[in-house]
C-alpha cells in the first residue's frame, strides 16, 4: 500500500529495460510517467549510463525512442553535489564505487523508492535495505506495480 505521496527514482536499468520490451513492468512505468501519473527522479550519472548502454546494445533507433520518452515526461534531474561525506561514507561501506552515485542522488532525491533491476547490488543487498527501511523501498519495476495497482 502506498503510504504517501510516491517519487521514484529510476536506476539506468529502467531506462534501459523500457526500450528494450514494451511488455515490462519497466516500459509501464516509464509510460505512466509520461503520463504525469508518477513522479520520477533520476540523476546524470544514470542517464549517462543508460545512455551508453542503449546505444552500445541495442542501437541509435533504442536510443532515440529513449530520449524521446525523456522529452515526454516530467522528470526531476537530482544532483548529488550536496551529498554529505555520512551519506557517501555509509553508501561507500555496502555498495561498489559505480552504484554509489545512484544511491546517494536516490536518497537525496526524497524517493520514496528506488526501482531498479539490479538484483547484486541493490534489490539482494539486506544491509542497504536495512539502512533505509524507514526512508525507501529498494524493489523491482513489478514489485512497485503491484503495490501501485492495488491502491487503485
Do not use: W
Not at 503510504?3 to 531506462?15: P, V
Not at 511488455?23 to 542517464?47: D, M, P, T
Request: glycine share 6%; net charge negative; with cysteine.
Amino acid at each position: 500500500m502506498l503510504e504517501r505521496a510516491t517519487n521514484l527514482f529510476l536506476d539506468a536499468n529502467i531506462f534501459f529495460a523500457a526500450v528494450a520490451s514494451s511488455k515490462g513492468g519497466s516500459y509501464l512505468i516509464i509510460e505512466l510517467a509520461k503520463k504525469g501519473l508518477l513522479l520520477v527522479s533520476s540523476s546524470a550519472h544514470a542517464l549517462s549510463e543508460a545512455e551508453h548502454n542503449i546505444l552500445k546494445k541495442l542501437g541509435s533507433e533504442a536510443l532515440a525512442c529513449h530520449r524521446a520518452n525523456l522529452l515526454d515526461m516530467r522528470l526531476h534531474m537530482q544532483s548529488i553535489s550536496r551529498a554529505g561525506e555520512y551519506v557517501t561514507g555509509m553508501s561507500l561501506q555496502y555498495l561498489p564505487d559505480k552504484d554509489v552515485p545512484i544511491l546517494i542522488a536516490a536518497m537525496e532525491s526524497g524517493a520514496t523508492h528506488l526501482i531498479t533491476l539490479d538484483r547484486k547490488h541493490f534489490l539482494d543487498n539486506q544491509n542497504i535495505k536495512d539502512v533505509l527501511a524507514e526512508y525507501m523501498k529498494i524493489v523491482t519495476p513489478g514489485d512497485f506495480l503491484k503495490e501501485y495497482f492495488a491502491d487503485k
